[in-house]
Protein backbone atom coordinates (compact mmCIF):
# COMPACT_ATOMS: atom_id res chain seq x y z
CA UNK A 1 0.00 0.00 0.00
CA UNK A 2 1.60 3.34 -0.89
CA UNK A 3 0.35 5.66 1.75
CA UNK A 4 1.92 8.95 0.43
CA UNK A 5 -0.20 8.37 -2.72
CA UNK A 6 -2.91 11.58 -3.45
CA UNK A 7 -5.99 9.71 -2.68
CA UNK A 8 -8.34 12.48 -3.30
CA UNK A 9 -6.77 14.62 -5.74
CA UNK A 10 -6.36 11.11 -8.17
CA UNK A 11 -9.93 10.18 -7.50
CA UNK A 12 -10.91 13.72 -8.67
CA UNK A 13 -9.14 13.72 -11.74
CA UNK A 14 -9.27 9.88 -13.03
CA UNK A 15 -13.05 10.46 -13.65
CA UNK A 16 -12.82 13.91 -15.42
CA UNK A 17 -9.97 12.57 -17.69
CA UNK A 18 -12.53 9.25 -18.12
CA UNK A 19 -15.07 11.90 -19.15
CA UNK A 20 -12.60 13.39 -21.78
CA UNK A 21 -11.87 10.22 -23.44
CA UNK A 22 -15.55 8.90 -23.07
CA UNK A 23 -16.08 11.91 -24.74
CA UNK A 24 -13.37 11.89 -27.59
CA UNK A 25 -14.25 7.96 -28.38
CA UNK A 26 -16.00 7.65 -31.67
CA UNK A 27 -19.40 5.69 -31.35
CA UNK A 28 -18.46 3.50 -34.27
CA UNK A 29 -16.38 1.59 -31.61
CA UNK A 30 -19.56 0.05 -30.01
CA UNK A 31 -22.04 0.98 -26.91
CA UNK A 32 -20.83 -1.93 -25.06
CA UNK A 33 -16.95 -0.75 -25.45
CA UNK A 34 -17.66 2.14 -24.15
CA UNK A 35 -19.77 1.47 -21.32
CA UNK A 36 -16.95 -0.78 -20.24
CA UNK A 37 -14.33 1.85 -20.36
CA UNK A 38 -16.21 3.89 -18.24
CA UNK A 39 -16.97 1.32 -15.42
CA UNK A 40 -13.27 0.18 -15.40
CA UNK A 41 -12.98 4.30 -14.47
CA UNK A 42 -15.59 3.60 -11.88
CA UNK A 43 -14.12 0.52 -10.15
CA UNK A 44 -11.24 2.04 -10.24
CA UNK A 45 -11.98 4.97 -8.84
CA UNK A 46 -14.20 2.83 -6.14
CA UNK A 47 -10.93 0.57 -5.37
CA UNK A 48 -9.07 4.27 -4.55
CA UNK A 49 -11.95 4.46 -2.05
CA UNK A 50 -11.49 1.55 -0.43
CA UNK A 51 -8.07 1.73 -0.28
CA UNK A 52 -8.36 5.41 1.43
CA UNK A 53 -10.75 4.36 3.84
CA UNK A 54 -8.63 1.49 5.29
CA UNK A 55 -5.71 4.63 6.02
CA UNK A 56 -8.58 6.38 7.88
CA UNK A 57 -8.14 6.36 11.31
CA UNK A 58 -11.56 6.51 13.28
CA UNK A 59 -9.89 8.22 16.53
CA UNK A 60 -6.97 10.39 14.85
CA UNK A 61 -7.45 13.91 16.76
CA UNK A 62 -7.17 15.99 13.83
CA UNK A 63 -10.17 17.33 12.07
CA UNK A 64 -9.32 16.04 8.12
CA UNK A 65 -7.34 13.08 6.86
CA UNK A 66 -5.57 12.39 3.86
CA UNK A 67 -4.44 16.16 3.64
CA UNK A 68 -3.40 17.55 0.23
CA UNK A 69 -2.52 21.10 -0.38
CA UNK A 70 -1.04 22.80 -3.11
CA UNK A 71 -0.87 26.55 -4.19
CA UNK A 72 -3.30 27.69 -7.18
CA UNK A 73 -3.89 31.45 -7.14
CA UNK A 74 -1.81 32.54 -4.67
CA UNK A 75 -2.16 36.10 -5.31
CA UNK A 76 -6.23 35.49 -3.89
CA UNK A 77 -4.88 32.82 -1.15
CA UNK A 78 -6.65 29.93 -2.89
CA UNK A 79 -5.10 26.67 -2.83
CA UNK A 80 -6.33 23.38 -4.01
CA UNK A 81 -6.95 22.04 -0.69
CA UNK A 82 -8.75 18.35 -0.02
CA UNK A 83 -9.43 16.10 2.61
CA UNK A 84 -12.24 14.06 4.28
CA UNK A 85 -13.57 13.97 8.44
CA UNK A 86 -15.81 10.67 8.83
CA UNK A 87 -18.96 12.52 6.70
CA UNK A 88 -16.36 12.91 4.18
CA UNK A 89 -15.41 9.78 4.20
CA UNK A 90 -19.42 8.66 3.95
CA UNK A 91 -20.38 10.80 1.12
CA UNK A 92 -17.35 9.48 -0.67
CA UNK A 93 -18.20 5.87 -0.14
CA UNK A 94 -22.16 6.73 -1.27
CA UNK A 95 -20.82 8.93 -4.88
CA UNK A 96 -18.28 5.74 -5.51
CA UNK A 97 -21.08 2.87 -4.91
CA UNK A 98 -24.50 4.88 -6.60
CA UNK A 99 -22.91 6.32 -9.68
CA UNK A 100 -21.97 2.52 -10.74
CA UNK A 101 -24.89 0.87 -9.64
CA UNK A 102 -27.36 3.53 -11.38
CA UNK A 103 -25.49 3.19 -14.72
CA UNK A 104 -26.09 -0.53 -14.90
CA UNK A 105 -29.37 -0.33 -13.72
CA UNK A 106 -30.06 2.25 -16.79
CA UNK A 107 -27.81 -0.51 -18.90
CA UNK A 108 -30.25 -0.22 -21.87
CA UNK A 109 -32.18 3.55 -21.22
CA UNK A 110 -30.05 4.95 -23.97
CA UNK A 111 -29.15 4.82 -27.68
CA UNK A 112 -26.23 3.25 -28.37
CA UNK A 113 -25.49 6.22 -30.82
CA UNK A 114 -25.56 8.66 -27.24
CA UNK A 115 -23.76 6.33 -25.10
CA UNK A 116 -20.30 7.74 -25.59
CA UNK A 117 -21.58 11.80 -24.23
CA UNK A 118 -23.99 10.06 -21.48
CA UNK A 119 -21.54 8.32 -19.98
CA UNK A 120 -18.67 10.73 -20.79
CA UNK A 121 -21.66 13.41 -18.56
CA UNK A 122 -21.92 11.05 -15.78
CA UNK A 123 -17.87 10.27 -15.25
CA UNK A 124 -18.28 14.25 -14.75
CA UNK A 125 -20.24 14.32 -12.36
CA UNK A 126 -18.83 11.84 -10.57
CA UNK A 127 -15.54 14.03 -10.46
CA UNK A 128 -16.99 17.17 -9.69
CA UNK A 129 -19.48 15.86 -6.93
CA UNK A 130 -16.15 14.23 -5.18
CA UNK A 131 -14.11 17.41 -5.49
CA UNK A 132 -16.90 18.94 -3.55
CA UNK A 133 -17.15 16.37 -0.88
CA UNK A 134 -13.22 16.77 -0.30
CA UNK A 135 -12.86 20.43 -0.73
CA UNK A 136 -11.63 22.22 2.11
CA UNK A 137 -10.70 25.64 0.28
CA UNK A 138 -14.05 27.47 0.05
CA UNK A 139 -12.97 28.43 -3.18
CA UNK A 140 -12.35 25.70 -4.34
CA UNK A 141 -15.79 24.37 -3.15
CA UNK A 142 -17.76 27.09 -4.83
CA UNK A 143 -16.08 26.32 -8.48
CA UNK A 144 -17.02 22.82 -7.93
CA UNK A 145 -20.37 23.80 -6.33
CA UNK A 146 -21.49 25.86 -9.72
CA UNK A 147 -19.70 22.94 -12.06
CA UNK A 148 -22.19 20.30 -10.85
CA UNK A 149 -24.90 22.39 -12.36
CA UNK A 150 -23.17 21.16 -16.25
CA UNK A 151 -23.71 17.86 -16.30
CA UNK A 152 -26.65 17.67 -14.74
CA UNK A 153 -28.44 20.18 -16.88
CA UNK A 154 -27.74 18.42 -19.86
CA UNK A 155 -28.53 15.02 -18.46
CA UNK A 156 -32.09 16.38 -18.08
CA UNK A 157 -32.21 18.26 -20.65
CA UNK A 158 -30.89 16.56 -23.21
CA UNK A 159 -32.14 12.74 -22.09
CA UNK A 160 -34.98 13.60 -20.12
CA UNK A 161 -38.97 12.80 -20.83
CA UNK A 162 -41.56 15.01 -21.79
CA UNK A 163 -41.00 18.80 -20.86
CA UNK A 164 -37.40 18.43 -20.19
CA UNK A 165 -36.02 21.31 -21.59
CA UNK A 166 -37.89 23.76 -18.75
CA UNK A 167 -37.23 21.15 -16.33
CA UNK A 168 -33.78 21.60 -17.17
CA UNK A 169 -33.54 24.88 -17.36
CA UNK A 170 -35.89 25.58 -14.42
CA UNK A 171 -32.82 23.73 -12.29
CA UNK A 172 -30.34 25.63 -13.80
CA UNK A 173 -32.00 28.93 -12.88
CA UNK A 174 -32.58 27.77 -9.25
CA UNK A 175 -28.88 26.56 -9.21
CA UNK A 176 -27.50 29.42 -10.33
CA UNK A 177 -29.26 32.35 -8.29
CA UNK A 178 -28.19 30.21 -5.00
CA UNK A 179 -24.67 29.93 -6.84
CA UNK A 180 -24.63 34.17 -7.39
CA UNK A 181 -25.92 34.42 -3.79
CA UNK A 182 -22.94 32.14 -2.57
CA UNK A 183 -20.61 34.29 -4.30
CA UNK A 184 -21.75 37.38 -2.43
CA UNK A 185 -20.96 35.58 0.74
CA UNK A 186 -17.51 33.80 -0.21
CA UNK A 187 -16.43 36.94 -1.32
CA UNK A 188 -17.70 38.61 1.83
CA UNK A 189 -15.77 36.28 3.62
CA UNK A 190 -12.43 36.68 2.06
CA UNK A 191 -12.69 40.83 2.52
CA UNK A 192 -13.49 40.00 6.13
CA UNK A 193 -10.63 37.91 6.18
CA UNK A 194 -8.23 40.56 4.69
CA UNK A 195 -10.06 42.65 6.89
CA UNK A 196 -9.16 41.03 10.39
CA UNK A 197 -6.12 39.80 9.82
CA UNK A 198 -4.28 40.95 6.57
CA UNK A 199 -4.10 37.61 5.17
CA UNK A 200 -7.17 37.15 2.44
CA UNK A 201 -7.61 33.15 2.33
CA UNK A 202 -10.23 30.69 1.78
CA UNK A 203 -9.01 28.10 4.38
CA UNK A 204 -11.46 26.79 6.04
CA UNK A 205 -9.35 25.92 9.44
CA UNK A 206 -8.44 29.68 9.06
CA UNK A 207 -11.34 31.47 8.33
CA UNK A 208 -13.60 29.32 11.12
CA UNK A 209 -10.85 31.42 13.43
CA UNK A 210 -11.54 34.60 12.31
CA UNK A 211 -14.18 35.88 14.80
CA UNK A 212 -17.02 37.56 13.24
CA UNK A 213 -19.02 39.94 14.96
CA UNK A 214 -22.66 38.37 15.21
CA UNK A 215 -24.09 41.12 12.53
CA UNK A 216 -21.44 40.14 10.14
CA UNK A 217 -22.19 36.64 10.58
CA UNK A 218 -25.93 37.02 10.44
CA UNK A 219 -25.77 38.19 7.09
CA UNK A 220 -23.19 35.79 5.52
CA UNK A 221 -25.50 32.57 7.22
CA UNK A 222 -28.18 33.99 5.17
CA UNK A 223 -26.47 33.97 2.22
CA UNK A 224 -24.68 30.80 2.56
CA UNK A 225 -28.39 29.10 3.89
CA UNK A 226 -30.18 30.12 1.21
CA UNK A 227 -27.60 28.52 -1.44
CA UNK A 228 -27.96 25.30 0.34
CA UNK A 229 -31.39 25.36 0.71
CA UNK A 230 -32.01 25.80 -2.55
CA UNK A 231 -29.72 22.69 -3.42
CA UNK A 232 -31.37 20.93 -0.26
CA UNK A 233 -34.25 21.15 -1.35
CA UNK A 234 -36.27 22.80 1.36
CA UNK A 235 -39.59 24.63 1.63
CA UNK A 236 -39.99 27.58 -0.06
CA UNK A 237 -37.09 27.12 -2.43
CA UNK A 238 -38.32 23.41 -3.55
CA UNK A 239 -40.08 23.61 -6.60
CA UNK A 240 -37.44 22.72 -9.34
CA UNK A 241 -36.91 18.79 -7.84
CA UNK A 242 -40.11 17.98 -8.76
CA UNK A 243 -40.04 19.30 -12.25
CA UNK A 244 -36.58 18.01 -12.55
CA UNK A 245 -37.19 14.64 -11.30
CA UNK A 246 -40.66 13.92 -13.66
CA UNK A 247 -38.34 15.20 -16.74
CA UNK A 248 -35.40 12.83 -15.89
CA UNK A 249 -34.37 9.32 -16.11
CA UNK A 250 -35.29 7.18 -13.35
CA UNK A 251 -31.18 6.80 -13.04
CA UNK A 252 -30.43 10.41 -13.99
CA UNK A 253 -32.75 11.32 -11.03
CA UNK A 254 -31.19 9.25 -8.57
CA UNK A 255 -27.83 10.92 -9.42
CA UNK A 256 -29.93 14.19 -8.21
CA UNK A 257 -31.74 13.35 -5.11
CA UNK A 258 -29.38 10.44 -4.17
CA UNK A 259 -26.24 12.73 -4.73
CA UNK A 260 -26.95 15.88 -5.87
CA UNK A 261 -29.14 17.34 -3.20
CA UNK A 262 -26.84 16.13 -0.54
CA UNK A 263 -24.43 18.35 -1.38
CA UNK A 264 -26.96 21.27 0.01
CA UNK A 265 -27.16 19.57 3.75
CA UNK A 266 -23.58 18.41 3.71
CA UNK A 267 -22.44 22.20 2.91
CA UNK A 268 -24.62 22.82 6.31
CA UNK A 269 -22.22 20.71 8.00
CA UNK A 270 -18.90 21.67 6.62
CA UNK A 271 -19.20 25.53 6.36
CA UNK A 272 -22.32 27.37 7.19
CA UNK A 273 -22.08 26.30 11.00
CA UNK A 274 -18.57 26.28 11.84
CA UNK A 275 -17.73 29.43 10.21
CA UNK A 276 -21.15 31.40 11.47
CA UNK A 277 -21.75 29.64 14.54
CA UNK A 278 -23.22 32.07 16.80
CA UNK A 279 -25.18 32.89 13.78
CA UNK A 280 -26.43 29.40 13.30
CA UNK A 281 -27.28 29.37 16.73
CA UNK A 282 -29.29 32.68 16.52
CA UNK A 283 -31.25 31.22 13.48
CA UNK A 284 -31.64 28.07 14.09
CA UNK A 285 -35.07 28.53 14.90
CA UNK A 286 -35.92 29.77 11.18
CA UNK A 287 -33.92 26.67 10.05
CA UNK A 288 -36.11 23.83 11.89
CA UNK A 289 -39.42 25.84 10.94
CA UNK A 290 -38.35 24.84 7.14
CA UNK A 291 -37.25 22.10 7.93
CA UNK A 292 -40.52 20.78 9.85
CA UNK A 293 -42.64 22.39 7.05
CA UNK A 294 -40.73 20.82 4.77
CA UNK A 295 -41.58 17.39 6.43
CA UNK A 296 -45.16 17.51 6.07
CA UNK A 297 -45.93 19.35 2.69
CA UNK A 298 -43.42 16.75 1.22
CA UNK A 299 -45.50 14.26 2.46
CA UNK A 300 -48.78 15.58 1.67
CA UNK A 301 -47.99 16.58 -1.71
CA UNK A 302 -46.74 13.22 -2.45
CA UNK A 303 -50.16 11.36 -1.49
CA UNK A 304 -51.93 14.14 -4.18
CA UNK A 305 -49.17 13.08 -6.96
CA UNK A 306 -50.59 11.30 -9.81
CA UNK A 307 -46.67 10.80 -11.54
CA UNK A 308 -44.65 8.51 -9.74
CA UNK A 309 -41.37 10.35 -10.29
CA UNK A 310 -42.93 13.37 -8.96
CA UNK A 311 -44.17 11.59 -5.82
CA UNK A 312 -40.73 10.36 -5.28
CA UNK A 313 -39.48 13.67 -5.62
CA UNK A 314 -42.30 15.18 -2.74
CA UNK A 315 -40.56 12.07 -0.55
CA UNK A 316 -37.55 13.18 -0.77
CA UNK A 317 -38.45 17.10 0.05
CA UNK A 318 -39.88 15.45 3.38
CA UNK A 319 -36.93 13.39 3.68
CA UNK A 320 -34.50 16.38 3.69
CA UNK A 321 -36.95 18.41 6.00
CA UNK A 322 -35.50 15.34 8.50
CA UNK A 323 -32.01 15.73 7.70
CA UNK A 324 -31.74 19.46 8.52
CA UNK A 325 -34.04 19.37 11.55
CA UNK A 326 -31.29 16.78 13.00
CA UNK A 327 -28.51 19.22 12.08
CA UNK A 328 -29.98 22.11 14.54
CA UNK A 329 -31.18 20.63 17.05
CA UNK A 330 -27.92 20.83 17.97
CA UNK A 331 -27.50 17.35 19.72
CA UNK A 332 -24.50 14.86 18.83
CA UNK A 333 -27.52 12.57 18.61
CA UNK A 334 -29.53 14.79 16.13
CA UNK A 335 -26.28 15.64 14.21
CA UNK A 336 -25.15 12.20 13.46
CA UNK A 337 -28.46 11.13 12.93
CA UNK A 338 -28.60 13.49 9.92
CA UNK A 339 -25.36 12.20 8.76
CA UNK A 340 -26.46 9.17 8.63
CA UNK A 341 -29.64 9.75 7.06
CA UNK A 342 -28.00 11.54 4.18
CA UNK A 343 -26.04 8.03 3.57
CA UNK A 344 -29.55 5.86 4.12
CA UNK A 345 -31.20 8.46 1.83
CA UNK A 346 -29.35 7.70 -0.34
CA UNK A 347 -29.72 4.41 -0.53
CA UNK A 348 -33.48 4.46 -0.35
CA UNK A 349 -34.00 6.39 -3.16
CA UNK A 350 -31.73 4.15 -5.42
CA UNK A 351 -33.45 1.39 -3.80
CA UNK A 352 -37.20 3.06 -4.71
CA UNK A 353 -37.09 5.08 -8.05
CA UNK A 354 -34.48 2.32 -9.56
CA UNK A 355 -37.34 -0.39 -9.28
CA UNK A 356 -39.59 1.74 -9.74
CA UNK A 357 -37.90 3.19 -13.21
CA UNK A 358 -37.90 -0.65 -14.37
CA UNK A 359 -41.73 -0.70 -14.28
CA UNK A 360 -42.08 2.71 -16.08
CA UNK A 361 -39.20 1.20 -18.48
CA UNK A 362 -41.22 -1.55 -19.38
CA UNK A 363 -44.66 0.43 -19.59
CA UNK A 364 -43.79 3.26 -21.13
CA UNK A 365 -45.73 5.24 -18.38
CA UNK A 366 -45.13 7.10 -15.01
CA UNK A 367 -48.61 7.53 -14.27
CA UNK A 368 -49.54 5.36 -11.24
CA UNK A 369 -52.69 4.72 -12.63
CA UNK A 370 -51.86 3.01 -15.45
CA UNK A 371 -49.95 -0.01 -13.35
CA UNK A 372 -52.63 -1.21 -11.43
CA UNK A 373 -51.69 -5.29 -10.70
CA UNK A 374 -48.07 -5.55 -11.62
CA UNK A 375 -48.18 -7.83 -9.04
CA UNK A 376 -49.43 -10.73 -10.75
CA UNK A 377 -47.21 -10.34 -14.18
CA UNK A 378 -43.81 -9.05 -11.85
CA UNK A 379 -43.68 -10.45 -8.70
CA UNK A 380 -40.15 -9.93 -7.83
CA UNK A 381 -40.09 -6.55 -9.45
CA UNK A 382 -43.08 -6.13 -6.69
CA UNK A 383 -40.87 -7.29 -4.10
CA UNK A 384 -38.15 -4.62 -4.86
CA UNK A 385 -40.58 -1.72 -5.06
CA UNK A 386 -41.89 -3.10 -1.97
CA UNK A 387 -38.55 -3.07 -0.15
CA UNK A 388 -38.06 0.35 -1.78
CA UNK A 389 -41.15 1.35 -0.66
CA UNK A 390 -40.28 0.23 3.07
CA UNK A 391 -37.14 1.62 3.07
CA UNK A 392 -38.05 5.18 2.13
CA UNK A 393 -40.97 4.84 5.49
CA UNK A 394 -37.84 3.66 7.48
CA UNK A 395 -39.26 -0.07 8.30
CA UNK A 396 -37.32 -1.24 11.24
CA UNK A 397 -34.76 -3.74 10.57
CA UNK A 398 -33.13 -0.70 8.19
CA UNK A 399 -30.81 1.83 7.57
CA UNK A 400 -33.58 4.45 7.32
CA UNK A 401 -35.16 3.49 10.25
CA UNK A 402 -31.79 3.93 12.66
CA UNK A 403 -31.28 7.28 10.75
CA UNK A 404 -34.89 8.50 11.08
CA UNK A 405 -35.38 7.82 14.90
CA UNK A 406 -31.22 8.93 15.82
CA UNK A 407 -32.69 12.31 14.14
CA UNK A 408 -35.64 12.25 16.40
CA UNK A 409 -34.24 11.37 19.40
CA UNK A 410 -31.68 14.03 19.49
CA UNK A 411 -33.87 16.77 18.25
CA UNK A 412 -36.39 15.52 21.42
CA UNK A 413 -33.41 16.78 23.81
CA UNK A 414 -33.83 19.96 22.79
CA UNK A 415 -37.20 20.85 21.40
CA UNK A 416 -39.65 17.93 22.36
CA UNK A 417 -42.58 19.49 20.72
CA UNK A 418 -40.63 19.85 17.62
CA UNK A 419 -40.15 15.95 17.52
CA UNK A 420 -43.40 15.43 18.17
CA UNK A 421 -44.77 16.84 15.20
CA UNK A 422 -41.70 15.65 12.87
CA UNK A 423 -43.23 12.07 14.38
CA UNK A 424 -46.27 12.95 12.57
CA UNK A 425 -44.90 13.41 9.45
CA UNK A 426 -43.53 9.19 9.68
CA UNK A 427 -47.44 8.33 9.87
CA UNK A 428 -47.74 10.43 6.60
CA UNK A 429 -45.28 8.65 4.87
CA UNK A 430 -46.79 5.41 5.77
CA UNK A 431 -49.83 6.44 3.78
CA UNK A 432 -47.68 7.49 0.33
CA UNK A 433 -45.73 4.62 0.41
CA UNK A 434 -48.35 1.93 0.79
CA UNK A 435 -51.07 3.98 -1.40
CA UNK A 436 -48.52 3.38 -4.03
CA UNK A 437 -48.15 0.10 -3.53
CA UNK A 438 -51.17 -0.58 -3.51
CA UNK A 439 -52.41 1.23 -6.80
CA UNK A 440 -49.79 -0.08 -8.98
CA UNK A 441 -48.84 -3.54 -7.98
CA UNK A 442 -52.76 -4.90 -6.33
CA UNK A 443 -56.17 -4.94 -8.78
CA UNK A 444 -56.81 -6.71 -12.36
CA UNK A 445 -53.50 -6.25 -14.39
CA UNK A 446 -53.84 -2.71 -16.56
CA UNK A 447 -53.29 -2.98 -20.25
CA UNK A 448 -50.14 -1.17 -19.45
CA UNK A 449 -48.76 -4.21 -17.66
CA UNK A 450 -50.02 -7.09 -19.40
CA UNK A 451 -47.31 -8.46 -21.23
CA UNK A 452 -44.43 -7.26 -19.56
CA UNK A 453 -41.13 -9.39 -18.03
CA UNK A 454 -40.38 -9.50 -14.84
CA UNK A 455 -36.91 -8.40 -14.07
CA UNK A 456 -33.85 -9.65 -15.31
CA UNK A 457 -30.41 -10.63 -13.86
CA UNK A 458 -28.84 -7.63 -14.49
CA UNK A 459 -31.32 -5.29 -13.04
CA UNK A 460 -31.14 -7.39 -9.65
CA UNK A 461 -27.55 -7.58 -9.72
CA UNK A 462 -27.68 -3.77 -9.92
CA UNK A 463 -29.83 -3.22 -6.68
CA UNK A 464 -27.82 -5.60 -4.77
CA UNK A 465 -25.22 -3.41 -3.52
CA UNK A 466 -28.22 -0.98 -2.42
CA UNK A 467 -29.98 -3.83 -0.86
CA UNK A 468 -27.04 -5.38 0.75
CA UNK A 469 -26.04 -1.96 2.73
CA UNK A 470 -29.27 -0.85 3.65
CA UNK A 471 -29.99 -4.79 5.68
CA UNK A 472 -26.30 -4.54 6.88
CA UNK A 473 -26.53 -1.05 8.10
CA UNK A 474 -29.80 -1.45 9.48
CA UNK A 475 -28.65 -4.44 12.15
CA UNK A 476 -25.18 -2.86 12.11
CA UNK A 477 -25.54 0.94 12.05
CA UNK A 478 -22.41 1.48 14.36
CA UNK A 479 -20.36 0.84 11.38
CA UNK A 480 -21.33 4.10 10.18
CA UNK A 481 -21.37 6.17 13.37
CA UNK A 482 -17.74 5.09 13.85
CA UNK A 483 -16.98 7.58 11.16
CA UNK A 484 -19.65 10.12 12.44
CA UNK A 485 -20.09 10.72 15.75
CA UNK A 486 -16.34 12.05 15.94
CA UNK A 487 -17.62 14.67 13.16
CA UNK A 488 -20.61 15.22 15.14
CA UNK A 489 -18.85 15.95 18.34
CA UNK A 490 -16.19 18.11 16.65
CA UNK A 491 -19.52 19.86 14.91
CA UNK A 492 -20.85 20.42 18.59
CA UNK A 493 -17.15 22.25 19.80
CA UNK A 494 -17.35 24.52 16.46
CA UNK A 495 -20.84 26.15 17.43
CA UNK A 496 -20.43 26.24 21.30
CA UNK A 497 -23.04 23.61 21.78
CA UNK A 498 -23.73 20.92 24.78
CA UNK A 499 -26.12 18.50 24.61
CA UNK A 500 -29.17 19.16 26.95
CA UNK A 501 -28.66 17.58 30.27
CA UNK A 502 -31.64 14.83 29.22
CA UNK A 503 -29.56 13.45 26.70
CA UNK A 504 -26.77 13.01 28.94
CA UNK A 505 -27.89 11.28 31.81
CA UNK A 506 -29.69 8.93 29.14
CA UNK A 507 -26.19 8.41 27.23
CA UNK A 508 -25.24 7.27 31.01
Same mark, same amino acid.
Given at each position: ????????????????????????????? @????????????????????????????????????? %??????????????????????????????????????????? %???????????????????????????????????????????????????????????????????????????????????????????????????????????????????????????????????????????????????????????? +???????????????????????????????????????????????????????????? @?????????????????????????????????????????????????????????????? @??????????????????????????? +??????????????????????????????????????????????????????????????????????????????????????????????
Amino acid at each position: MINNLPYLSIMILLPLLGSLLVFAIPSAL @GAARIKSIAFAIFGIVFALFVTAAMQFQINATDQFQL %VESYEWITAFGVSWSVGVDGLGLVMLGLVTILVPVVLLAAWRD %VADDAVGKFYGLNLLLQSVVIAVFVATDLFMFYVFFELMLVPMYFLIGRYGVGDRRKAAVKFLIFSLVGGLILLAGVISLWVQSLRITEIGSFNLEFLSTLGLNIETQRWLFVAFFIAFAIKAPLVPVHSWLPDAAQSSTPAVAVLLIGILDKVGT +YAMLRFLLPLFPEASAELAPVALTLATLSIFYGALMAIGSKDMKRLMAYVSISHFGFIVL @GIFAFTTQGISGAMFYMFSHGLSTAALFLAVGYLMQRTGSSEISDHAGAFQITPLLAGLILF @GGLSSVALPGLASFIAEFTVLLGTFAR +YPILAGFATLGIVVAAVYALWLYQRTMTGHPSDAVSGIKDVSGREVIALSPVIALTLVLGFVPQLAFDLLNPTSEKVMQQVSQVDPAALIDGEN
